[in-house]
């Protein structure tokens, strides 16, 4: 496959646009990935106000199962900054159902959230990730984002604080 193809397809995966009516389960999902303690500060799911609101229309991608329709992960991006310099830097969250963990789905929608940026014209795609948090920083890796490097003691999760590993990756066909 050559490098800018499209992405290889997931057996019985479908990544399409997040539509309003996958509400209920992007949040179910974003709030199990909450719960499991390492995924972000955040500790509570926003309403689909807040995150519609926040989150750039072509950037929402959906992972279902492809024979019931169901939801099983989801990847969103936000602008960083209003100010133009930053007009092509985005940050981003990738969730996907603990049942679902480990079979290709975080992959796919990274490389569905790269595909729209890209094409949009986006240059910088940058997260923070707890150093606790392997699987995404293996994920990241792998969808070829760099350590900036360690945040330390960001901020309180719970009662503790807690380091944030910066990621990003930088486009090598915007914006060069
Ligand atoms: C992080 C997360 C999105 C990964 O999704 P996923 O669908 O399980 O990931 P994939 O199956 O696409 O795995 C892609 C690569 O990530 C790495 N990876 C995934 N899970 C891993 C694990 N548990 N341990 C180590 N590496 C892991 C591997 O390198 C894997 O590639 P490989 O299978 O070829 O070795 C998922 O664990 C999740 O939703 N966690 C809770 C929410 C969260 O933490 N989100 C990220 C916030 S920064």
Request: proline share 3%; hydrophobic share 40%; with cysteine.
């Amino acid at each position: 496959m050559s490098h800018h193809a499209e992405p290889e397809a997931l057996a019985g995966v479908t990544i399409r646009p997040m539509h309003e009516t996958d509400a209920a389960q992007v949040l179910d999902i974003y709030q199990t990935g909450l719960d499991a303690g390492n995924a972000s500060f955040e500790t509570t799911a926003p309403t689909w106000h807040t995150f519609d609101t926040a989150k750039l229309r072509l950037h929402r991608h959906v992972a279902v199962d492809t024979s019931t329709g169901q939801v099983i992960g989801w990847v969103a991006a936000s602008a960083v900054s209003d100010r133009c310099v930053y007009a092509g830097v985005v940050e981003h969250s990738v969730y996907v159902h603990p049942d679902h963990h480990g079979r290709g789905v975080g992959i796919a929608l990274l490389n569905a959230l790269i595909q729209s940026t890209e094409t949009e014209g986006v240059w910088t795609i940058q997260s923070g990730i707890f150093p606790e948090n392997t699987a995404s920083l293996r994920l990241h890796e792998k969808a070829g984002f760099r350590v900036v490097g360690t945040r330390r003691h960001l901020g309180r999760h719970y009662d503790r604080w807690r380091d944030v590993v910066l990621i990003e990756r930088r486009s090598t066909i915007t914006g060069v």
